[in-house]
């Protein structure tokens, strides 16, 4: 087991919605000092029809990816620096996707304190959880 965080995409996202959002991830990897790359942890992320990145290369895990349709995803990080892009995400799906995007994590919401600033830097907006419940999944 690692850091991880869990994601539900429970029903099919409205194409403005998606839209919006990849827009924002964009402005979110530039604003982080991360380094994000494609998901081997090189090249350049995916910023589409799905959204899919790492970190790079030895500060890379595993490749987060999220899909505007019904989907079941984790993502391991490892608290490596990307982790930040990763919860900031997040955070800024839960805005976009409301009640049809489900979050969990091995983390409390203390623990997302990189991505919830990276996300206040970004949008000058206060980071609000998007985590279900405040406990620890083991």
Not at 52 to 77: A, I, P, W, Y
Request: aromatic share 14%.
């Amino acid at each position: 087991m690692g850091y991880t965080h869990y994601f539900t995409v429970k029903e099919a996202i409205h194409e403005e919605n998606w839209n919006a959002l990849v827009g924002d991830v964009t402005a979110i990897i530039e604003n982080s000092e991360a380094g994000i790359a494609g998901w081997d942890g090189t090249g350049l992320p995916e910023l589409g029809e799905r959204i899919r990145f790492n970190g790079v290369g030895e500060r890379s895990h595993e490749t987060f990816h999220l899909s505007n349709k019904q989907d079941m995803n984790f993502c391991k990080t490892a608290f490596k620096p990307y982790d930040e892009v990763v919860t900031a995400v997040l955070i800024r799906a839960k805005y976009y996707f409301g009640e049809a995007l489900s979050v969990g994590s091995d983390g409390y919401w203390s623990e997302w304190q990189a991505g919830r600033d990276l996300y206040e830097r970004t949008f000058g907006e206060v980071a609000e959880t998007p985590i279900v419940r405040e406990e620890v999944i083991l």
